[in-house]
């Protein structure tokens, strides 16, 4: 899965296990992809070794919140219930253009 930023396509990974989403991006360094966190409203940068952008998205991949340069030892959340929100994390500073109430729209289709 992709997202498109500006005209570049950054590769978005999807956390599907428990484990998966509780590690998140800990312990990445030059992060140059995104994770996405389903039923997710709150998450934590530590451990981390770069800052994030962070985006919470609803059901709709409506931005509801959103955390440039999350720097590390942060805990941020929002007050959604967690089956129908979502969080998707992205290598600082990528998440400048995007605004809160924008959809996301991802892509599935391979990219050579």
Known sequence: MYLRINNDLIKIKIAKTWPEKIIGLIKEKNIYYGL??????AIHTFFMHDHIDVLFLDENNM?????????INKIVSIKEPIKKTSVLELPQNTS????????????????I
């Open 63 to 71: 931005i509801l919140a959103k955390y440039q340069n999350l720097g």
């Open 96 to 111: 400048q253009n995007f605004k809160i109430g924008q959809i996301l729209r991802f892509e599935f289709k391979d990219v």
């Open 36 to 41: 996405l966190i389903n039923e997710c409203n």
